[in-house]
């Protein structure tokens, strides 16, 4: 995977995290994927998220230019 923009990985796994506990409440297998979440690498952290509809560019960290 190829992603040309840097991203928040803390904010996103926090997202993340948030979206699965919340789904946990209709659906107890999302256990497995905050586990998941939880222990993912950068890499896997941006793999989950583009897999649940999550945009990247919600999460760019955007530099400014002195």
């Given amino acids: 995977m190829d992603i040309d923009i840097d991203i928040d990985i803390d904010e996103l796994r926090d997202d993340l995290i948030n979206y699965f506990g919340t789904a946990m409440s209709c659906n107890p297998i999302a256990m497995a994927d905050l586990i998941n979440v939880e222990?993912?690498?950068?890499?896997?952290?941006?793999?989950?998220?583009?897999?649940?509809?999550?945009?990247?560019?919600?999460?760019?960290i955007e530099v400014k230019k002195r």
């Fill in 39 to 60: 222990s993912a690498s950068d890499e896997e952290i941006i793999s989950i998220a583009l897999s649940n509809g999550f945009n990247l560019e919600d999460y760019e």
